[in-house]
């Protein structure tokens, strides 16, 4: 039977009360700006998948007079050029990029963590190899070479997925690799090893847990980023082919309207915006709430 001794913090001790804050922090200690930018992103997903019943119109058919204004006949938005409704549009455009900034992050983090656990749970020449290869990535412009990717492989949504994610995945493989070589330091990891733990078991068991927060507020944090890179690469024509409704493409593509009918380029423009914000905002409320529970 473990005795305690007066002064002595055990590793059982910091578990179990470091559980026991998890369990009761959140509900009533939260601060309203971490539930309002928690409630932002429950309710930008939630319009998302929403949007083919929110949307009052198909956003590909011309459905009154173009050039109409905001508010006029009923088009809460107005009209495009061809009589298209803008906030069909840019509702389906919210819903393509909200939802590739988070696929572009869920990959990147997958094949970046998994790198970077391999990297730094092994060490040696692997580690070494791993860390040049993304060093390599990491050292070309990253806009750059998401333009010359999507060139490659030609205009269209999944290429645009493809070229961004390849750009994006160092970031996170570099994050992860220098958390699990600071836990593989740690005296449980070291007890672990000379306990005989399977190398695998010890990378997910005890390095990935540890490595796992600091990498999930980074990849929040580039949500906002992303949706912001992926809109300047549609506003290049570098996304789907029109009439695809696409933020950054319907800016581009009526920015000769601007002076006049000004609305039809601002309001995808203004949907980028509150897109970017919002997954700002979230990210920023992920790192306090794990700050606050370090």
Known sequence: MAMAVPGVTTVGSRRQRGSLRLVRMPAATLPLVNWIGFASIFVVTAVALAVPVLAPHDPLLPVSMPLQAPGSNGFLLGTDSIGRDILSRVLYGARSSWFAALVVVAVGLLIGGLIGLIAGATGGWLDTVLMRITDAFLSLPAPVLAIAVVAALGPGFVHTLIAVSIVWWPFYARLVR???????????????????VNPIRLAIRHLLPGALPNS????????????????????????????????????????????????????????????????NIAGDCLRNLMRDRA
């Open 178 to 196: 220098g958390e699990v070589a600071r836990l593989a330091a740690r005296p449980h990891v070291e007890a672990a090893k000379l306990a005989g």
């Open 216 to 279: 999930l507020v980074a990849a929040s944090l580039d949500i906002g980023t992303l949706i912001l890179t992926l809109a300047a690469l549609s506003f290049l024509g570098l996304g789907q082919a029109a009439p695809a409704p696409e933020l950054g493409a319907d800016s581009a593509r009526n920015l000769s309207y601007f002076l006049q009918q000004w609305w039809i380029p601002v309001m995808p423009g203004l949907a980028v915006l509150v897109l970017a914000l919002v997954g």
